[in-house]
């Protein structure tokens, strides 16, 4: 275990030194990525000027959703959907070799070198929202509501995981067909929404198939008060190993097929 937090510290002091080593392009990209994300919200209040929004949320309700979802999102970035970021370009440039070359498991390896330095950025403004919007709403804070908010998080993180692993398992066979990534990228958008919005077959796809509303939807839910029913928790924890269980087996065939073939 010692060998692998050695290598996960290291790992990230030197993307952390790489990171700050660029100051004006990091402040750039620190601003660009603020202002794209304050964009949101600000588009939010003049849709709440002029109707009355979406059916059952007020508007800074609106903002702890897509606070919550940026978090969620930026987490995973950061830790399990980084396997797919960090080693893509491996596997484009005939490299992913230096993995198998390790002395450790593919799969730890892989998840311990995928941290990026660039999500602290996301993970910082999300959480700016998020207290924003609690201090507006005024709500009474429940442990439970808490509780269930941060394992929620923590469940959407094994679902990317599941998602991360499909599409490695995909880009092994097809490591320069990267623009998949674009479908994936507009469908993490519908976190951003209530799923009270959508139609049943919709709310069934975004809660069992691509199960992004664990990562903001329900949460949210849970910590404003809006759901009571703690018995589905049960249910998505269900879901969240399952898609565990996929993204493992998603890369350990992946990676059989890519050393089978002579990758």
Same mark, same amino acid.
């Given at each position: ?8 510290v ?53 903002f702890?959703?897509i ?7 930026s ?13 893509l ?42 207290? &924003? *919007?609690? /201090?507006?709403?005024?709500?009474? !804070?429940? @442990?439970?509501?808490?509780?269930s908010?941060? +394992?929620? %998080? ?8 599941g998602?991360a ?50 990562s903001?939807y ?11 029913? &703690? *018995?589905? /928790?049960?249910?998505?924890?269900? !879901?969240? @190993? ?6 493992? +087996?998603a %890369?350990?065939d ?7 073939f002579?990758?």
């Amino acid at each position: 275990m010692n060998k692998y937090i050695d290598v996960l510290v290291r790992h990230i002091l030197m993307d952390f030194s790489e990171f700050f080593s660029h100051k004006q392009a990091t402040f750039f990209q620190f601003f660009a990525d603020f202002f794209e994300f304050f964009l949101q919200p600000l588009l939010l209040y003049f849709i709440y000027n002029i109707s009355s929004g979406f059916q059952g949320w007020e508007i800074n309700e609106m903002f702890f959703l897509i606070a919550t979802a940026r978090i969620s999102l930026s987490l995973a970035g950061s830790s399990v959907l980084g396997i797919v970021f960090s080693n893509l370009w491996r596997l484009k440039s005939g490299n992913f070799h230096q993995v198998l070359l390790k002395p450790f498991n593919t799969i730890i390896y892989m998840i311990i070198g995928s941290f990026n330095a660039y999500w602290i950025m996301d993970i910082t403004s999300g959480f700016l929202l998020l207290i &924003y *919007s609690i /201090i507006k709403l005024k709500i009474q !804070i429940t @442990l439970l509501g808490t509780l269930s908010y941060f +394992y929620l %998080i923590f469940i959407s993180l094994l679902c990317y995981y599941g998602i991360a692993g499909i599409l490695m398992n995909f880009f092994f066979k097809n490591p320069r067909s990267e623009n998949i990534l674009d479908i994936f990228w507009t469908a993490s958008r519908f976190s951003n929404y209530p799923l009270n919005i959508f139609p049943n077959v919709i709310k069934f796809i975004l809660t069992f198939i691509f199960p992004i509303a664990l990562s903001s939807y329900y949460p949210a839910s849970y910590f404003l008060s809006k759901s009571a029913d &703690y *018995s589905l /928790i049960i249910v998505f924890s269900i !879901i969240g @190993l399952a898609f565990a269980i996929i993204g493992s +087996y998603a %890369i350990k065939d992946g990676v059989k097929n890519h050393v089978s073939f002579g990758g």
